[in-house]
């Protein structure tokens, strides 16, 4: 039993000394992380088109988008060339708005800047087309602000302004400084 004994005992060290060895070596590895950059988005989409409901299932409003970019640090989403469709709650004509680039932010701000373009399929609407440098979007509430120039557009004027507030809903606008309007001449 003695020579069994030593022989499990030496077999015994053996494995010890090998599981003794692999661990010190696995310590002495550099531990490689993989740290994403501060600038680069969680994922991306391109040709993104999305649909938002309410909770009784009415169409609130569509998305679309050459290209899209979600950052989970700071909860924003970047977009290039944005189309958003809005649909008024109450069945209304809906607005169509249209960028170079925008911003959506997670208090449901979409600030759309570069080249901004307003327009109602409303053909009756006294204004037809909004047309700015940048344009904040409400998308719970539907209303539509802006500090910067602006240029309203309508069937026979068009009005340059600023401090532009407009409830999709109840399409009421108001703005808050008027620099210049021009009407149309028509041929009698």
Do not use: C
């Not at 701000?109 to 047309?131: A, G, P, Q, W």
């Amino acid at each position: 039993m003695s020579r069994l004994h030593t022989i499990s005992t030496i077999i015994f060290i053996i494995a010890l000394s090998i599981y003794g060895y692999m661990q010190w070596q696995k310590s002495n590895e550099p531990i490689v992380q993989i740290v994403k950059p501060k600038d680069e988005p969680d994922f991306v989409a391109t040709e993104l088109s999305s649909n938002q409901y309410d909770s009784m299932g009415n169409l609130t409003h569509t998305i679309y988008a050459d290209k899209m970019s979600h950052y989970m640090d700071n909860t924003e989403t970047l977009f290039l060339a944005p189309k958003y469709t809005l649909y008024p709650t109450d069945g209304s004509a809906v607005w169509h708005l249209s960028a170079n680039e925008g911003r959506l932010g997670e208090d449901n701000i979409l600030l759309l800047n570069d080249r901004v373009r307003l327009l109602s399929e409303d053909k009756t609407s006294f204004i037809s087309e909004i047309h700015g440098k940048s344009l904040n979007v409400d998308l719970t509430n539907n209303i539509i602000t802006s500090e910067q120039t602006i240029l309203l557009k309508g069937k026979d004027f068009t009005m340059y302004g600023s401090g532009l507030h407009v409830d999709i809903n109840t399409t009421k606008m108001t703005l808050n400084e008027h620099v210049q309007t021009i009407y149309k001449k028509h041929a009698s």
